[in-house]
């Protein structure tokens, strides 16, 4: 793909994680029995009114102040569209007065991309199609649960900042850990409540003008979101660089076959004919409850990666101190600070041991981690030592000093450590002298035979160190 | 969008019954086109005056922020949701074949 740039914009549903819908008072509840939480007003039947639930606009509030947006007075628009999945042949929908405007997010390698806008509108049903391999097109007839009808979302709209599909996954997991930390959201992408249409172009490396985009739905993981992307990227450049041009479309993921097919919209289905919505009155958020809930809100992942990468003097993007934050595993480091102890191997132990294991995470409390962290720190146990020590606490629980004590763990250090190496040495004594005559590679040789001679419980790096020391000892 | 002052003509009327599915004869669509353009022109008769100042009405109530406390109560039970639905199957509203794909 030389010489050309690829564009993406992305919008992203989000479900929020409200008792009720965004209108009326039927439980929001995923996986319940068909059409058992609906009411005349998700219905659509006639005469029944929409009321705003209150939490829902305090979620997008925080979602917009998470997101660095200005809060501003919003009204809804009836968005009119003839589908089965509302039964009222318009969804209501934020429209040229969106609750959130104008923010920005920052990825962890510190980009920062704008956001345009995050509004609120209501969810659709849910339609199954019966018949023809449950293909629209080839269907007989479709059925409709509308448990979904009314459910509360915001939609975040990027701005076309994003330049990869590896930079569009990047945004789609901080946008979610954002969302999961606000509270607003579970963030579960397989369970639908997070949904993501990419917006995507080229354009020839240099130029500034944006090429026509394609909207691609149907990503159901970060992994296809990244597929789909990549698909959607060579397809454009094929058809430009093969003298065609790109017809600005909707066009559907097929996870399955690995493509992207046009949805074959009619023009006319984009005239959506918005107007004000009668039946509800403007929401406009009082600055100082807005200023209330930005005082609310708990620290943001970037903000957390921040205090993760200071404690352990590491950089905030560094891979170890993204999983440690995107794990919520920073309260162990910062029991670790507390402690006085290595906060920078706390970080190595939870983005490594920790993290393989993060579903026994339970059984695993701040102060006996602390306290693993001292007695390798302070040569009682050796790495590899810790490590099983820390498999153990985290698979069955237990105490650090037990285990340790089970496994007839102690790392050989001082004088039983010289020792052993007396003899390793002795064992070894032409790769000594050529060790001593400056053949470096060596030292890894006498580690190795000292690992397999104290059956791996010596301080391999006091090892390193005295092996280093004698032979500037040239001894 | 043209303008207000612009008289709106059959074919934009067409447009409109089109997107709102309705089926309109020609005589319908002269009739209708006259009264719809009537009523733009009294529209047009705002645009005379100087609103720079003049923020967008966006509801004819003095009212905002009415909420409603996040609290579930139950809707209709099934069978009684299900009743008025001209066809059923599997507890779901049973829905002729879908043309087109959802927006």
């Known amino acids: ?475 | 969008m043209a303008g207000m002052a612009q008289r709106i003509t059959t074919a934009d009327v067409a447009h409109v019954a089109r997107l709102a599915r309705l089926a309109v004869t020609d005589e319908e669509l002269e009739r209708f086109t006259g009264q719809l353009a009537a009523v733009l022109d009294h529209a047009a008769d705002i645009e005379a005056l100087d609103l720079g100042g003049v923020p967008p009405t966006a509801h004819p109530l003095p009212l905002a922020n009415v909420l409603r406390e996040d609290v579930a109560r139950p809707g209709l039970p099934r069978e009684e949701a299900l009743a008025a639905a001209p066809a059923v199957e599997d507890d779901r509203f049973r829905v002729p074949r879908i043309l087109g794909e959802a927006p």
Not at chain 1, 149 to 173: C, H, N, Q
Not at chain 1, 204 to 219: D, H, I, L, Q, Y
């Open chain 1, 1 to 475: 793909m030389s010489g050309w740039e690829t564009v993406i914009g992305l919008e992203v549903h989000t479900e929020l994680r409200t008792e009720t819908k965004l209108f009326c008072s039927c439980a929001n509840r995923f996986g319940d029995e068909p059409n058992t939480n609906v009411c005349p007003v998700c219905l659509g039947l006639p005469g029944s009114l929409p009321v705003l639930n209150a939490r829902a606009v305090d979620y997008a509030v925080r979602i917009g102040v998470a997101l660095h947006c200005q809060v501003q007075p919003s009204i809804f628009h009836r968005k009119n569209y003839f589908y089965p999945d509302m039964p009222k042949d318009y969804q209501i929908s934020q429209y040229d007065l969106p609750i959130d405007t104008d923010g920005w997010l920052e990825l962890p390698g510190g980009k920062r991309v704008g956001i345009e806008r995050a509004h609120l509108e209501e969810d659709t049903g849910k339609t199954t199609h019966v018949g023809g391999g449950g293909r629209i097109h080839d269907a007989d007839h479709s059925l409709v649960d509308y448990n979904r009808a009314g459910v509360p979302l915001v939609e975040i709209v990027s701005r076309p900042d994003l330049r990869s599909a590896d930079e569009a996954r990047a945004y789609v997991d901080e946008l979610r850990a954002i969302l999961v930390a606000t509270g607003a959201s579970d963030g579960k992408m397989e369970e639908g409540s997070l949904r993501v249409d990419a917006n995507v172009s080229v354009r020839p490396v240099g130029s500034t003008a944006f090429g026509t985009r394609c909207e691609v739905k149907n990503m159901n993981s970060l992994r296809s979101l990244g597929r789909a992307i990549d698909y959607e990227v060579a397809r454009q450049v094929r058809l430009v660089e093969g003298g065609g041009e790109v017809v600005q479309e909707t066009r559907h993921w097929n996870e399955a076959e690995g493509h992207t097919s046009s949805m074959r919209s009619k023009e006319e289905a984009f005239d959506y004919r918005y107007f004000p919505e009668p039946d509800l009155v403007p929401v406009v958020p009082d600055p100082a409850w807005v200023d209330g809930i930005r005082a609310a809100l708990p620290a943001m992942p970037a903000e957390l990666r921040r205090g993760v990468a200071h404690a352990a003097g590491m950089a905030p993007e560094s891979d170890a101190v993204v999983t440690v934050v995107r794990l919520g595993l920073e309260p162990f480091v910062t029991a670790t600070v507390a402690a006085g102890a290595d906060a920078g191997l706390a970080v190595r132990r939870l983005a490594n041991e920790v993290a393989s294991e993060i579903g026994s995470l339970a059984n695993l409390g701040p102060e006996q981690f602390v306290t693993l962290l001292r007695m390798e720190s302070a040569g009682d146990l050796t790495t590899a030592q810790a490590r099983t020590v820390l498999k153990d606490m985290l698979t069955g629980g237990g105490d650090p000093a037990g285990i340790a004590a089970a496994h007839g763990f102690e790392a050989l250090g001082g004088d039983a450590l010289e020792a052993a190496l007396d003899e390793v040495v002795a064992d070894n004594a032409d790769a000594w002298a050529r060790y001593v005559a400056g053949e470096d590679k060596l030292q890894g040789l006498f580690i190795g035979r000292l690992r397999g001679a104290t059956a791996g419980k010596a301080d391999l790096a006091a090892a390193a160190a005295i092996l280093r020391a004698r032979r500037a000892a040239g001894c």
